[in-house]
């Protein structure tokens, strides 16, 4: 990182403080940037980089940015969220415009909550830009919604993957409530756990409740299955998904479920 230039070690002035940006890269495609997304990322001078950022969104940096990757991603060798964030404190007192790039939403999983508060301490402000999430584009992108008057209420986003040393959501009860309220679950990192966590919601949700999982959702390789919540983790295993995936449970699938069905019957009678 820069240390300032010979007039300002000369003169003992300090140099200016720079500014940090949380931006969410969205899901991978570079067309659901948000227009302020672009320009932050544009305007950037240092990009720490999450490892689920796509290569064509850090290509829009300006060539002269700095970009670093900061790769964080489950059951992977990753960077120490207390080293991500002295970088961010120390470039943003050497004057730099940061950019901290998270795949997704900052605020939805992605510990956008922890850096400002980390940076605040320091006395520095941050700016959140929101993205959009994978739990929805990945829906989406199969012609679901994530609500629907004559199937849900409300939508549920919630992680698979506890911190060290938490227990983790309490499923029961969780299943209980979506099903009682009505509700959507949509589950982030939770193909490794995806056996317990079927085990657990079948305590309040009926066997038959469908579920689809989004591998990669938005881009190119983007793949998804559908099945029911009996059979979650035989879904899973039989198609070979792996993460980054999305795991959605709720009656807001009935129609693709019944599409699926459909076009499995087909493939079954011309064989």
């Known amino acids: 990182m820069r240390t300032g230039t010979a007039g300002d070690r000369s003169t003992g002035m300090q140099p200016m403080q720079g500014r940090c940006t949380l ?16 320009k932050a990322i544009q305007s950037a001078t240092v990009l720490l980089v999450d490892d689920l950022v796509s290569d064509e969104i850090v290509a829009m940096a300006a060539p002269g940015a700095r970009v670093i990757h900061v790769g964080k991603r489950g059951g ?5 969220q207390s080293f991500i964030e002295r970088l961010m404190i120390m470039a943003v007192r050497e004057g730099e415009h940061v950019v901290r790039l998270k795949g ?17 301490q320091a006395g520095i402000h941050v700016e959140v830009v929101n993205g959009i999430t994978a739990g929805l584009a990945g829906l989406t992108s199969l012609g679901v919604p994530l609500t629907h008057r004559a199937h849900a209420q409300g939508v549920v986003f919630i992680t698979g993957h506890a911190k060290p040393g938490s227990p ?32 657990e919601l079948l305590s309040g949700l009926p066997p038959e409740t469908p579920v689809v999982v989004v591998q990669n959702a938005s881009l190119p390789s983007q793949r998804h299955a559908v099945g029911t919540l009996v059979t979650l983790r035989h879904t899973i295993a039989d198609n070979g998904l792996c993460s980054p995936s999305i795991i959605v449970v709720g009656d807001v699938l009935q129609g ?4 699926s069905s459909s076009a499995h019957v087909a493939l079954e009678k011309a064989a």
């Open 168 to 199: 983790g959501p309490d499923w029961r009860a969780l299943a209980a409530t979506a099903h009682s309220a009505r509700l959507t679950l949509v589950i982030y990192m939770g193909v490794s756990s995806a056996g317990s966590i079927q085990d």
């Open 104 to 120: 997704g939403d900052p605020f939805i999983f992605g510990r956008g909550g922890e850096e400002v508060e980390h940076l605040a």
């Open 23 to 38: 931006v969410g890269a969205g899901p991978g495609d570079p067309e659901l940037l948000t227009l302020k997304a672009l």
């Open 256 to 259: 693709l479920a019944a599409a």
């Open 76 to 80: 992977c060798k990753s960077t120490p």
